[in-house]
């Protein structure tokens, strides 16, 4: 008797040296509950749940730097105490057998004077405040002054990402993905919105790719472009940070970045559509794909059938989940039974309880 084939989520993927048995991605969740920037206990609880055999998961977003701070109780791997945390969440992981990457990352002006080395101003490409903003809990977060960063003192923030990939490589992740997204530094020099340079780093899309491209080549350089992706998010317009041709931008951007050899650039897409009764996804994704050598990810708004259908038609390698993931450890089980998922909390995303909204929801045989 013929075995029905594998839905295209649940195929295996070569992704450079590593061999993925399913394309379900956990994506980079921001969960702050590494009390004092130290990853703790129940993160190896947390991240053991979501992992599978040959599967990839993605740490939140870790500072590289004690500026780099934008979240209280966000995770960081410059320091000997942070490295020693990450490594039993790391062995956790590896016990499951599955991939471990960590993203790492710098707020720059999405931040405040409290969470500042000092009480210092936040760093960024441009002195630019940004605007209060909604949080999802329904918080008003109001943001500091940035200070422009001299350009002599732009290589010291490249250092720092340098050296948060060889201590993220010493605690064990199989690799590390630089934070290209989402309104922080780096995106900070990418987007014209935020970024007023009048020196190399700002003007031309050379110039405000300059930067980005300066981190990665650090990375690269320091751990191997085998076990390096990026993550861009050309297209969001969140914390004042948004471009004015984002196709332009992430073209010239994903283009450059073959020249370092990177293992996989993980992309986000626009904001989704609504239509028929159901969230519809952009689908704007496929010249980034097609530009780029390596492993492509896609992520934003997908479930199960969107994930099946980009995949199977080769839109994209891999696909991320987040919130589906957070609240259904068992997220590549359920789609593979098409079984019913468990809804999301937000209201719990970012409170500090290591247990409620973090490592109780349930698994299907529980």
Not at 290 to 310: L, S, W
Request: hydrophobic fraction near 35%.
């Amino acid at each position: 008797m013929e075995s029905t084939p594998a839905p295209p989520l649940l195929t295996p993927h070569k992704m450079g040296q590593f061999d993925l048995s399913h394309r379900v991605v956990l994506a980079p969740l921001t969960r702050q509950r590494s009390y004092g920037n130290v990853p703790q206990p129940h993160a190896g609880v947390y991240y053991a749940q979501r992992a599978t055999k040959g599967g990839l998961l993605i740490a939140e977003a870790t500072g590289v730097s004690d500026t780099a701070q934008g979240y209280k109780d966000a995770p960081g791997v410059w320091t000997k105490e942070q490295i020693d945390a990450w490594k039993p969440v790391v062995d956790a992981v590896h016990a499951k057998g599955a991939l471990f990457f960590c993203q790492i990352w710098h707020a720059g002006r999405v931040s405040n004077y409290k969470l500042q080395p000092n009480g210092q101003a936040p760093i960024s490409s441009t002195d630019k405040q940004v605007s209060p903003q909604m949080s999802a809990d329904g918080r008003l977060e109001e943001f500091s002054p940035p200070r422009r960063l001299a350009k002599d003192e732009i290589p010291n923030v490249v250092d720092d990402f340098r050296e948060a990939a060889r201590n993220a490589i010493a605690a064990g992740f199989d690799g590390v993905e630089i934070h290209g997204a989402y309104s922080y530094i780096i995106e900070q020099f990418l987007k014209d919105s935020a970024n007023d340079r009048t020196d190399e780093y700002g003007g031309s899309l050379e110039n405000r790719c300059r930067f980005a491209l300066e981190v990665v080549d650090a990375v690269v350089r320091e751990v191997g472009g085998h076990c390096v992706g990026i993550r861009l998010s050309p297209f969001t317009d969140y914390m004042d940070c948004h471009d004015s041709d984002p196709q332009a931008l992430a073209l010239h951007l994903v283009k450059k970045l073959n020249d370092y050899g990177i293992l996989y650039c993980h992309m986000i897409e626009p904001r989704m559509a609504h239509g028929d009764g159901r969230r519809q996804v952009p689908h704007r994704l496929l010249p980034f794909k097609e530009a780029f050598n390596g492993t492509f990810i896609a992520n934003g708004g997908y479930d199960r059938e969107e994930g099946n259908k980009v995949v199977g038609e080769g839109y994209t390698d891999l696909v991320a989940y987040g919130r589906l993931f957070l609240a259904n450890p068992d997220l590549p089980r359920r789609f593979e039974l098409s079984a019913p998922l468990n809804d999301y909390d937000r209201m719990t995303f970012y409170t500090s309880d290591p247990v409620v909204g973090y490592t109780d929801y349930p698994f299907l045989d529980k």
